[in-house]
T-cell receptor, first 114, second 114 residues
Framework: QQQVKQSPQSLIVQKGGISIINCAYE??????FPWYQQFPGKGPALLIA?????SEKKEGRFTISFNKSAKQFSLHIMDSQPGDSATYFCAASVSSGNTGKLIFGQGTTLQVKP | KAGVTQTPRYLIKTRGQQVTLSCSPISGHRSVSWYQQTPGQGLQFLFE???????NKGNFPGRFSGRQFSNSRSEMNVSTLELGDSALYLC?????????????FGSGTQLSVL
């Protein structure tokens, strides 16, 4: 019940295309859903995050869509660029008193072809 | 402002040895969390420290331990190393334990156990 399932494992998109990564969870106590971006040799960096009281959040080319009833959320990268090539992780946590404990998905390796 | 600093960057040990990894959080950050990243298991939460006290712990054996000093710097120790402990160990810091506090990750320590 603590798992977060992420798909696809890898994704290849042409420059200018839309990249879509999906995550699903079981624990209804989760109330904070961040996405992290990780480049080789670096630690993950927070990209965008959402709470379940909203269905969508957009920051620049990055959008999170959240479906509370389906217990699913997804990351959309619009106008994908080669510089977006990285590994993306979704995560979830119970925010109350558990700031440091994130449950991560398995990651999606995104390659954006020029 | 300097980011999260982890030392050493790379480490090679043999089975049965012990190892200590160090983490210096961003100046002013008081919460430090540790994660283990492997290709098979992904990112897994080890523990979180705040005000020199362990506040949260993941599902790892007692061979994994940590501590936090009064200046918020943290160390983690792994005793009696096993081959399966080979991983990237990531430290993350945040200002406090407030809800949805943004976590900043270091670049990690790559541990290889031979």
């Amino acid at each position: 019940q603590q798992q977060v399932k992420q798909s696809p494992q890898s994704l290849i998109v042409q420059k200018g295309g839309i990249s879509i990564i999906n995550c699903a969870y079981e624990n209804t106590a989760f109330d904070y859903f961040p996405w992290y971006q990780q480049f080789p040799g670096k630690g993950p960096a927070l990209l965008i995050a959402i709470r379940p009281d909203v269905s969508e959040k957009k920051e620049g080319r990055f959008t999170i869509s959240f479906n509370k009833s389906a217990k699913q959320f997804s990351l959309h990268i619009m106008d994908s660029q080669p510089g977006d090539s990285a590994t993306y992780f979704c995560a979830a946590s119970v925010s109350s008193g558990n700031t440091g404990k994130l449950i991560f998905g398995q990651g999606t390796t995104l390659q954006v072809k020029p | 402002k300097a980011g999260v600093t982890q030392t050493p960057r790379y480490l090679i040990k043999t089975r049965g040895q012990q190892v200590t990894l160090s983490c210096s959080p961003i100046s002013g950050h008081r919460s430090v969390s540790w994660y283990q990243q492997t290709p098979g298991q992904g990112l897994q939460f080890l523990f979180e420290y705040f005000s020199e006290t362990q506040r949260n712990k993941g599902n790892f054996p007692g061979r994994f331990s940590g501590r936090q000093f009064s200046n918020s710097r943290s160390e983690m120790n792994v005793s009696t190393l096993e081959l399966g402990d080979s991983a990237l160990y990531l430290c993350a810091s945040s200002w406090n334990r407030a809800l949805n506090e943004k976590l900043f990750f270091g670049s990690g320590t790559q541990l290889s156990v031979l």
